[in-house]
């Protein structure tokens, strides 16, 4: 468990250290029509959103403790669905796709996130966060 504790934190840190530091020349170049402050939001336009570095922190984060961790009884996939590595994403659950690359609309995941059903127990996901996970699938869904 401590172990997978800091893999979360670490991941974390990276994605913040990226958006403040890496990127400062692009903010303001993503539109901000949801009014909120987040510096994530608009410092990450579409085309430059990453699955490895910008979304998958955030499904380790909130979401792999019931979509794809292991503990004393082995991996845990609610619905048979994990969500730790691009494939596992893309391969959706036990009942289908939960991401449809280029539709946001069409995209269960997102769906369940902006309804406040995911994650199950604990915070919802903020915001800005649901954000970036939207512009990545707009953006087609890339493994980048
Ligand atoms: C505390 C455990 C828990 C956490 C954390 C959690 N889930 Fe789930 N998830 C479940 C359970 C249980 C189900 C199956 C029952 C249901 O659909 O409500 C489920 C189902 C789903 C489904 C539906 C799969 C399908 O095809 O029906 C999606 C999509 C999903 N989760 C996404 C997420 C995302 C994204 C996160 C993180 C933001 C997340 N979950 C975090 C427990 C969790």
Avoid at 50 to 68: L, N, W
Wanted: aromatic fraction near 6%; include cysteine.
């Amino acid at each position: 468990m401590v172990a997978v504790g800091v893999v979360v934190i670490a991941a974390a840190a990276s994605v913040v250290s990226l958006s403040a530091v890496s990127q400062p020349g692009l903010a303001g170049g993503g539109s901000s029509n949801n009014g909120s402050s987040s510096r994530w939001a608009i410092a990450f336009p579409q085309d430059t959103v990453s699955f490895a570095e910008d979304v998958a922190p955030i499904f380790r984060q909130r979401c792999a403790k019931c979509h794809g961790a292991e503990d004393e009884d082995g991996v845990r996939a609610e619905a048979g669905l994990m969500l730790l590595t691009y494939e596992q994403v893309m391969a959706g659950s036990e009942f289908g796709t939960v991401i449809e690359a280029g539709d946001p609309e069409k995209s269960y995941l997102l769906e369940m996130i902006v309804e406040g059903d995911m994650p199950e127990e604990g915070d919802p996901v903020p915001e800005e966060e649901i954000e970036i996970i939207r512009a990545w699938v707009e953006a087609g869904a890339p493994n980048n």
